[in-house]
């Protein structure tokens, strides 16, 4: 009923129903992501802190959930955290393999980033292999023309 409601445009009215949907699976990321969405889509920038609590909880468990890490990379951004939701923006991409993309949200993450931070330090691993990933397709493709 929670996705029914939400996808009809009504957030507000579907926060009851994903709240009860992870009573009766407490700790499923993808429950946890659906309300983080209600949340943010309902309350914005208020509803957040949960939201990001949600996200965290559902990407700590299934780091490779692009659809948690685009929602955070939303959730960040309504808080008003850029260099947060552009490395969130950076992980989703990477979990798809979309590495152009990654290393561009990365790049702008690190510029935007307190240096010598976890969340730094992840950016600049996320450059780093994604940026050699670019090149090695880059080569590839050169080397199939050439």
């Known amino acids: 009923m929670g996705q029914i409601l939400f996808e009809n445009g009504h957030a507000a009215e579907s926060i009851p129903y994903h709240r009860r ?12 992501v659906n309300l983080a969405r209600a949340l943010v889509a309902a309350n914005g920038r208020e509803g957040t802190e949960e939201a990001i609590r949600l996200l965290n909880e559902a990407v700590r468990k299934e780091p490779d959930n692009g659809f948690a890490w685009r929602e955070m990379a939303s959730a960040r951004f309504e808080r008003g955290e850029p260099g947060l939701a552009q490395l969130a923006s950076a992980e989703a991409s990477f979990t798809v393999g979309d590495y152009p993309s990654a ?36 080569q590839r493709t050169a080397g199939r023309r050439g």
């Open 21 to 32: 949907s992870l009573e009766y699976a407490p700790g499923q990321p993808l429950l946890q």
């Open 103 to 138: 290393l561009s949200f990365a790049e702008r993450a690190r510029r935007a980033l307190p240096r010598n931070t976890t969340d730094y330090r992840r950016a600049d691993d996320i450059v780093n292999f994604a940026g050699n990933e670019v090149r090695e397709r880059m």
